[in-house]
């Protein structure tokens, strides 16, 4: 079953259940999905449906962080949920310190040595942790292994 077909067979699912937090999250991937598909005049593939997933988490993690600021715990709570939800289209997400062995062993590889490198080593990891984790948390690793 393609992605595409999981989160239509899950919208349908969260629609029964009456679980509007889940079916409103799915209605949202589903609508940047088909945008996408519309502006590129294509089918997209699982690889670039989880990254149109990647990008929402992404999204709603620095929204997180603005509800925080604004003291909105109620908008907090409920994207945190909606993380949650979309995590669950992704592949497992790599510890802290699962990513620190990738970015060690690519160091080894390209044999950067300073933070002059940092462009290079984070275009080397990105590829090896496509959609496992956020390139901010590899951006502190490379930094502190670094430093």
Do not use: C, H
Request: proline share 1%.
């Amino acid at each position: 079953m393609s992605l595409k077909e999981k989160l239509m067979e899950d919208l349908k699912a969260s629609m029964k259940s009456k679980d509007t937090i889940r079916k409103n999250t799915i209605t949202m991937v589903r609508s940047a999905i088909k945008q996408v598909e519309v502006d590129k005049r294509t089918e997209l593939t699982d690889d670039e449906i989880l990254d149109i997933i990647s990008k929402q988490v992404k999204e709603k993690r620095s929204a997180i962080e603005e509800f925080k600021k604004g003291s909105r715990d109620d908008l907090v709570n409920q994207t945190e949920n909606e993380i949650e939800i979309l995590l669950e289209y992704l592949p497992e997400q790599l510890s802290e310190e699962e990513v620190e062995e990738i970015v060690k062993e690519t160091i080894k590889e390209i044999n950067a040595t300073s933070m002059k490198d940092i462009g290079r080593i984070m275009k080397a990891v990105m590829p090896k942790v496509k959609g496992r984790t956020d390139g901010n948390i590899v951006n502190k690793v490379v930094k502190k292994i670094l430093n």
